[in-house]
């Protein structure tokens, strides 16, 4: 059923839903349109963020922590070099560039870049509301036929209307099965608030469970903020895979692989999935690599050795009483079990991706899915919908099954934001509020895609 709760005035070009950066490299797309594009053509936009204030995993700022993709690939740069929403031009405004410039290094602290983040955030506030919960996407039905949607907001008596919603849910925390968060037990999300919260003479021995690049910063920031703590490391790999980031590997990443990867067949998107999954999956950079070892070296010659790398092992059990975490942990290759008193247990063990289209309720069975159930998009990240669905569905994020590894990544949101403005402006028009009918129609008819988005319109 379609809400009665619209104002029966505005209509948005477009409702974002969720507020980090791949919806704010979007808006930013759209002020800059919106500044050089004639009255009649400009793009109302409105992006909905439950966060009281903008934040991008705030919990894993830990200090020394460097950004793995380099400082040109903004929110902007990468589609239009002349923009003023570019970390260079950040930058300039708080007098800090020269200092950049002569620091030489190509990838940003990523505290730093968490502050370009919110400088770029807070220049296009108008089009944001932030504290507000999307709870659902209800269709508006004209002449029979869905031609936009109403957004419901926790909290807000009015619902917002848009011809086109840009879903952009972002990451979930992931535990493995039957592990739950509690005092002493976190997701590494958690990780600088929860570390913050505690008197490192409390803590004697911590655990962190992960092989990637968040675990390795886990078990380097705990050695460090509690120094006479016993710090163990445990996966079941031999030892840290160090990130592949040469630079033909990393073409993997370029714009122009969207393109190639969306239009190959499924066995080979699969193969090159697997080929290059070292340049962003459950590997480590290589100078943190080095540095950990160095650190486990210099303190066996000191002999009095903290950070414990206890590769080819797995955690079997975790349980805890009022006084610790008993982690039961296993060798592999001889099966012998033991048992580490721990203060503080840290599951550095990734993200799952959300699934946007959730929120749109039975309206979601009008979205095209391939044989394994996952939603068909255009190259322009549209999603396929059946008749009589004509309102726009983007995706940002969830991706990765057709547009490829860097669909998700802050490597390509500056050109997809280009490319997801550019689609709605060609398939939305300016016109008056669809005027809605009392219930949607029944949903059946083939699947249509729209086309391709061309380059000359990434911009």
């Known amino acids: ?78 589609r239009n070099p002349t923009s ?76 917002h209307r848009a011809r086109n919603v840009v879903l952009a849910p972002g990451l979930t925390p992931h535990l493995p099965d039957g592990v739950g968060t509690t005092a002493r037990v976190w997701h590494n999300s958690r990780l600088v608030p929860n570390v913050a919260a505690l008197d490192p003479a409390d803590v004697r021995t911590a655990v962190v469970v992960g092989a990637g690049q968040s675990a390795a910063e886990t078990a380097d920031y705990l050695h460090r903020r509690f120094p006479d703590a016993q710090v163990h490391a445990v996966f079941s790999r031999y030892g840290y895979s160090p990130a592949d980031d040469s630079p033909f590997a990393n073409r993997i990443f370029d714009p122009g692989a969207v393109d190639h990867y969306f239009e190959a067949p499924e066995q080979v998107k699969r193969q090159l999935t697997e080929y290059h999954r070292n340049t962003n999956y459950s590997v480590v950079d290589g100078d943190l690599i080095e540095e950990l070892y160095r650190r486990v070296y210099e303190e066996r010659v000191q002999g009095r050795q903290r950070l414990h790398i206890r590769h080819a092992t797995r955690v079997v059990e975790v349980r805890e009483d009022p006084e610790a975490a008993h982690v039961d942990v296993e060798f592999l290759p001889t099966g012998k079990t033991e048992t580490l008193r721990a203060d503080v247990v840290v599951y550095a063990t990734g993200y799952r991706p959300g699934d946007g289209l959730a929120l749109l309720g039975d309206t979601a069975d009008a979205c095209a899915r391939d044989e394994y159930g996952r939603p068909r998009l255009g190259r322009d990240y549209r999603v396929v919908t059946e008749p009589p669905l004509d309102a726009g569905i983007y995706l940002q994020g969830g991706t990765e099954h057709t547009h490829g590894l860097g669909s998700t990544l802050l490597s390509n949101i500056a050109v997809r934001a280009g490319e997801i403005l550019a689609s709605i402006d060609d398939h939305t028009g300016p016109g008056p509020a669809p005027e809605a009918e009392t219930a949607p129609p029944t949903m059946t008819g083939t699947a249509t895609a729209p086309g391709p988005v061309t380059s000359s319109r990434q911009g």
């Open 1 to 78: 059923m379609t809400s009665s709760r619209h104002d029966g005035k505005t209509v948005h070009d477009l409702v974002g839903v969720g507020f980090g950066p791949s919806n704010l490299a979007l808006a930013v797309a759209i002020e800059e349109h919106n500044a050089l594009a004639a009255p009649d053509h400009r793009m109302d936009a409105l992006f909905l963020e439950k966060q009281p204030a903008f934040g991008w995993h705030r919990g894993m700022l830990v200090d020394g922590a460097t950004m793995q993709v380099s400082f040109l690939k903004d929110l902007a740069t990468m």
């Open 84 to 159: 003023d929403f570019s970390f260079v031009a950040y930058l300039h405004s708080i007098d800090r560039l020269v200092d950049f410039v002569n620091h030489k290094v190509f990838f940003p602290l990523r505290a730093e870049f968490h502050g370009y983040l919110e400088w770029a955030a807070a220049r296009v506030a108008h089009q944001v509301r932030y504290g507000a919960e999307v709870l659902a996407i209800e269709p508006v039905v004209t002449d029979g036929r869905i031609t936009a949607f109403d957004v419901a907001v926790a909290n807000d008596p009015v619902v």
